[in-house]
């Protein structure tokens, strides 16, 4: 005899396979957790049609899921569900913003697992002193490894407290870990369940007071060279760069520190001058972790090639910049400025070497 679970998934599989027909009449159960293969069936109806799972976001209050249509891979989707009403219209992504395209078929996806998880995370948070989790959340972290179900635990009595669970995506062997003053460090989930990782153990980071702004508004894709010398006045050394990110209201520097090559450091600079360090990190093995300064890329030049960005990929000369990026290209080759446009349509690149030739103007 099939189990309730089997049921479940050949419902929705045959509501994927007929969807078309009543997508419109499609509403969202009001209570979700007590029953997700309902919350899965509403999903599948609401699809209507093959697709694979780069997210899936579930909790009592509201669900969402970004998916590749199977049939046309460069399309992607953004489906969302809210207790007791009917379900929109997925909301199209450009393809341009999906970074990491890990996945898993929807018919694998268990969404009874999930609601177990998020109960076990629950508990954990209760034992240790950290605020409800809203939701777990199925996908790939920040590097695009690690895919399977993850919950974030925070704190309002400390905003130095972070602590992070991820398990597989059959719910299967989790694997905890907090954030210290020197970086992660992992926590064994039986010490969890005691609750002997309680916030009021967070140690403190010590982090250097923010720098207040000036007064000034900024439009940072006009020029960065200012700022880069208030940041590195602030640093107290030398830039050593990993990576600049600039749009107009932010500048982003990711800097290793004078005395190691090993930790990564980024500092925001707002749109009022106010500089802050956002945060600190351990390095990823075998990334390019060699460091370039102001002078090995054309900052001076920089506004020019923004503004002139769009003109180069004649199918989006009407286009903005969305965003601009300076790091080593390849395989930790010289320093590259990439421009990154944006249209109606999706996005294009127009990248520069270290100095200031261009390399290619394209629709991505």
């Known amino acids: 005899m099939p189990t309730r679970t089997e049921l479940a998934v050949a419902v929705a599989l045959a509501l994927l396979a007929c969807a078309p027909a009543f997508a419109a009449d499609v509403v969202a159960p009001a209570h979700p957790l007590d029953d997700p293969a309902a919350v899965k069936a509403a999903f599948a109806a609401r699809i209507g049609h093959p697709v694979h799972v780069l997210t899936f976001s579930f909790g009592e209050h509201y669900a969402d899921a970004i998916v590749q249509n199977d049939a046309a891979p460069d399309e992607f989707d953004r489906f969302e569900m809210a207790p007791g009403q009917p379900m929109k219209e997925g909301q199209p992504q450009k393809s341009g913003s999906v970074d990491c395209r890990k996945q898993i078929a929807f018919a694998d996806v268990d969404l009874a697992v999930g609601a177990r998880l998020l109960g076990e995370a629950r508990a954990i948070a209760a034992a240790n002193g950290y605020s409800k989790p809203e939701n777990v959340e199925l996908g790939a972290d920040v590097f695009c490894n690690d895919f399977g179900w993850r919950a974030r635990l925070t704190s309002e009595a400390s905003s130095d407290a972070f602590l992070e669970i991820v398990w597989t995506p059959n719910g299967a062997s989790p694997k905890a870990r907090r954030m210290n003053n020197d970086g992660w460090a992992k926590v064994d989930m039986k010490t969890l369940a005691a609750g002997g990782a309680n916030v009021a153990t967070v140690p403190p980071k010590n982090e250097p007071a923010p720098t207040p702004g000036d007064g000034r508004t900024r439009d940072f894709t006009q020029g960065i060279e200012a700022d880069l010398a208030r940041v590195e006045a602030t640093v107290g050394a030398p830039l050593a760069f990993k990576h600049i990110s600039v749009d107009k209201a932010q500048l982003s520097v990711d800097v290793f520190p004078a005395n190691s090559k090993k930790r990564v450091a980024t500092w925001i600079v707002a749109s009022d001058g106010g500089i802050r360090l956002w945060r600190e990190d351990d390095t990823i093995p075998f990334d390019c972790n060699k460091p370039f300064a102001a002078g090995d890329v054309p900052i001076a030049q920089l506004p020019a090639m923004i503004a002139g960005a769009p003109a180069l990929i004649p199918p989006m000369a009407a286009g903005s910049v969305r965003n ?19 249209d109606e349509r999706g996005y294009g690149n127009v990248e520069y070497d270290n100095r200031g030739k261009l390399v290619r103007a394209e629709v991505q």
Not at 324 to 342: D, M, N, W
């Open 324 to 342: 601009v990026h300076i790091y080593r290209s390849g395989l930790c080759g010289a320093p590259h400025v990439f421009i990154e446009v944006e």
